[in-house]
């Protein structure tokens, strides 16, 4: 079975400060996708990444894919308070045929 | 274009009822997933539907159940409900079977269960 490990579990900074967050896997993934989940609602897409070594850039949010498809990270700029939320990776398909979730990283951004 | 929309979004029940929750897709898309969420197992899924056949279905005991109908709308239903079925019951849809490409996410309906 699969097992996506997301560290670090929790991280509170400040508004202003940089930060990187990660995503492994116990196996290459299919597809890496990154979430972002607010508090009473349900997780957003943020990015799908397939090819290892890909880099995207969304705004301020820049995900990273590793050459070997077994990691990624996620790094943050400038964090604002409305950065804030549980960041989920999953992978688009493993080999069970269903997508499947790390716990997550809980990001607090101080005002 | 409306999203994915879950019904109702808030549910108190009691031990040994039983629920069941809705989940309108976005237009078009006709792939249905579910998914349990708690602060210590994070997201589970449960099962998908595609054209109204269930593609795939987790680890969860028969008391957990789901439907499609032909306008895509889904339904989960719980029955015999325990303590331990308090969660954010998520629903997700996506144009391909696998969601390969990505989630749309509804809000979640909120289970308590005393």
């Known amino acids: 079975t699969q097992l996506l490990e997301q560290s670090p579990q929790f991280l509170s900074i400040q508004e202003g400060e940089n930060l990187t967050v990660y995503c492994n896997s116990s196996?290459?993934?299919?597809?890496l996708q990154w979430y972002r989940q607010e508090p009473g609602e349900g997780p957003v897409l943020l990015v799908t990444?397939?090819?290892?070594?890909e880099v995207k850039k969304l705004k301020r949010l820049t995900f990273q894919f590793g050459d070997a498809r077994k990691d990624s990270s996620l790094h943050i700029t400038a964090a604002q308070p409305g950065d804030t939320g549980l960041y989920l990776c999953a992978d688009g398909r493993n080999r069970d045929d269903k997508i499947i979730f790390g716990k997550g990283t809980r990001l607090h951004i101080l005002p | 274009k409306a999203g994915v929309t879950q019904t109702p979004r808030y549910l108190i029940k009691t031990r040994g009822q039983q629920v069941t929750l809705s989940c309108s897709p976005i237009s078009g898309h006709r792939s249905v997933s579910w998914y349990q969420q708690t602060p210590g197992q994070g997201l589970q899924f449960l099962f998908e539907y595609f054209s109204e056949t269930q593609r795939n279905k987790g680890n969860f005991p028969g008391r957990f159940s789901g439907r499609q109908f032909s306008n895509s709308r889904s339904e989960m239903n719980v029955s015999t409900l325990e303590l331990g079925d308090s969660a954010l019951y998520l629903c997700?849809?996506?144009?391909?079977?696998?969601?390969?490409?990505?989630?749309?996410f509804g809000s979640g309906t909120r289970l308590t269960v005393v």
């Open positions: 990444v397939v090819t290892g070594g």
């Open positions: 196996s290459v993934f299919s597809s």
């Open positions: 997700a849809s996506s144009l391909t079977p696998w969601g390969g490409v990505g989630y749309t």
